[in-house]
């Protein structure tokens, strides 16, 4: 394969995209990046994970610096700032024929500064370009990418961006797309937190779960959260560190992140501070609580979207907003 030329796009057929983590988000990225038409290698410490993307088709890198020789372009999707960090710093270290990276990691807006100013050194582009949408919409290519980065790179970067997304929002400089993705994690886990106290108060007068998911989601209280509600325990129960402290640590990685990346501009978040550190309690008192009353129910997927259908949709079959956009796109419109 031809290499790309500095300042050339990474297109199908002439560039080798790296992938690094293959965890359920990266492995989803790797899948959608090979589809896309790109010669895919990929890294993990877990020889299962890779064994499984290998067997789609993607090529197994020995380790990071023989990445860095082999692609053009790289993706990190590593499990937090630590890991961000030590990757790229091998990355740079490396050196090779790698002359993009694409850090899509949920990490704070300062360790992808930190990150994109080390592989400077080694000349290196780095945009950040964090994602949203979970497994599901990894797997199907269909994500939400929030990019920080210079424009020329971003422009560079752009089939394999279109290969992993439905929607690209280039929102500023290196550490705008970190940024703008705790914004959406605080948001989305913020409001997922008080769901799950909802529930309880629900419980506590003999509402069932079911039935509060179908009057809020006729009412003020409607969000992609509850009509997507079991989604969140499920994930728990399905992700590679499932049954483990790390997990319920994990959980509020994003929310500690918001509230320290705040305070490193002057903004004080203490609301998010609060739930970040009580969400990991709060969590696996719920999971205690569903295992003892028999689990979770059986999995039914929206066709559209392919993320969890709560009990009010099923009979339907579609999300409301799925179902109104599959009758739109049969009538043109």
């Not at 983590?21 to 410490?45: C, H, K, N, Q, Y």
Request: charged share 15%.
């Amino acid at each position: 394969m031809t290499q790309v030329s500095d300042g050339g796009r990474f297109e199908p057929g002439t560039a080798a995209v790296g992938v690094v983590g293959l965890g359920a988000m990266g492995a989803g990225i790797a899948s959608s990046i090979l589809r896309g038409g790109f010669e895919t290698i990929v890294a993990d410490l877990r020889a299962e994970a890779v064994a499984k993307t290998v067997a789609e088709g993607a090529a197994a890198a020995t380790d990071l610096a023989d990445l860095a020789a082999r692609c053009d372009a790289i993706v990190v999707m590593v499990l937090d700032d630590t890991q961000v960090l030590g990757v790229t710093e091998q990355i740079a270290a490396a050196g090779g024929r790698v002359r993009a990276v694409i850090v899509s990691s949920t990490v704070t807006p300062q360790t992808a500064q930190a990150a994109a100013a080390r592989l400077e050194q080694a000349g290196i582009a780095m945009i950040d370009a964090p994602v949203s949408g979970g497994a599901e919409k990894s797997a199907l290519g269909t994500l939400t990418l929030l990019i920080g980065g210079p424009d020329d790179v971003v422009a560079r970067c752009a089939p394999i961006i279109d290969a992993m997304s439905a929607n690209v929002f280039h929102v500023g400089p290196v550490g705008a797309g970190s940024a703008g993705k705790l914004v959406n994690n605080l948001m989305a886990l913020g409001q997922y937190a008080l769901q799950v106290e909802a529930m309880q108060l629900a419980d506590a007068y003999g509402i069932a779960e079911e039935t509060a998911v179908a009057f809020v989601s006729v009412s003020a209280g409607d969000s992609a959260g509850i009509r997507t509600w079991g989604r969140y325990d499920r994930l728990r129960r399905t992700h590679t560190i499932a049954g483990t402290p790390e997990l319920y640590t994990m959980l509020g990685k994003d929310l500690r992140g918001a509230a320290l990346a705040a305070g490193r501009v002057g903004v004080t978040l203490p609301v998010t501070a609060i739930v970040g550190e009580l969400i990991a309690g709060k969590l696996q008192a719920r999971d205690a609580m569903l295992d003892a009353r028999g689990g979770l129910g059986p999995e039914l997927l929206c066709p559209a979207c392919g993320q969890e259908l709560a009990a009010p949709f099923r009979e339907a079959g579609y999300h409301p907003q799925c179902g109104l956009a599959a009758k739109l796109a049969e009538h043109g419109l």
